[in-house]
């Protein structure tokens, strides 16, 4: 359907029907899941991708003269998130001082009471019905609403207030890649499996060690980081915030992976890992549990 349903809300009544609009375009890139996503692409850099918008609409006409700008906003759909809306929403890194918890409309959170997305991205081409991306946050396969010129007179307000984002406690650490981190994660990425090099930078750059929104634990010689059922091993230099990706290693035992049952659709990819890279086998605690 083209059409909208629904009138203006007139006169303090709400109750004038749902909007229905149709998407404009998908977008196309590498982050098949939440966690392969940047939480805000301009900070990450990466995230290309490619803006692909319906044939038959006439929409290679919309999108002249597109290509003179550097910057666009792009409309979407957190088209995956599960459960209802939330009123509050725990920031990823929280105010020094003040609550850990903000009201959602003073957030970017994905769980809004209408899931509505904007990002900011930046241009790298046109080309039909084609628009070429960089520095996006979606997941492959959004759906997205409109897209819109960044114009920096109207756009651009930089010694706006930021709020409670003002009082964040940063702790941006850089993450560098050993030789053998880069070999393995190549070979995983090469096989169709998940981007380990850009999702472990993605997941340690900010607070690497807040277990509450990311699979880590410390170990002897930094931590290790749950990706799926890969394990990365990192080393950590607190006192200059730096981490070292050390190495790759499968999180099945030898025995899951001798067996025939495969939930997660994945025990091909890590017995051709293991095949490949024998050392890269699974830890065990002294407790008896698989890091």
Partial sequence: MDHVIGRAVRD????????????????????????????????????????????????????RDLAGFSRAWLLFVFDRNAGSWRPTARPPVAPAEGPERVGVFATRSPYRPNPIGL????????EG?????????????????????????????????????ERQAA??????????????????????????????????????????RKRVARTPEGGVLSLRMFRIDFAADPASRRLTLLRVRSGYAAAELAGADDPYGDKDLHRRFVAAFPVAAVFVDRGGSAW
Avoid: I, M
């Fill in 129 to 165: 019905l084609r628009v070429r991306v960089a520095e996006a946050d979606l997941l492959d396969g959004t759906p997205v609403l409109d897209l819109k010129p960044y114009v920096p007179a109207a756009d651009a307000f930089p010694d706006a207030a930021a709020g409670w984002v």
């Fill in 171 to 212: 702790e941006r650490w850089a993450v560098e890649e050993s030789a053998p981190f880069r070999e393995q994660a190549a070979a995983v990425l090469a096989w169709r499996g998940p981007d380990l090099a850009a999702t472990a930078r993605l997941q340690l750059s900010l607070a690497p060690f807040d277990a509450t």
């Fill in 12 to 63: 303090g009544d709400w109750d004038g029907g749902e909007w229905s609009f149709r998407p404009v375009a998908v977008f196309r890139g590498a982050a098949a899941r939440k966690y392969d996503a940047p939480r805000q692409g301009v900070f990450e850099g990466g995230g290309e991708g490619v803006v692909e918008f319906a044939p038959g609409r006439n929409f290679e006409t919309a999108l």
């Fill in 119 to 126: 990002s900011c991205v930046r241009l790298l081409g046109v």
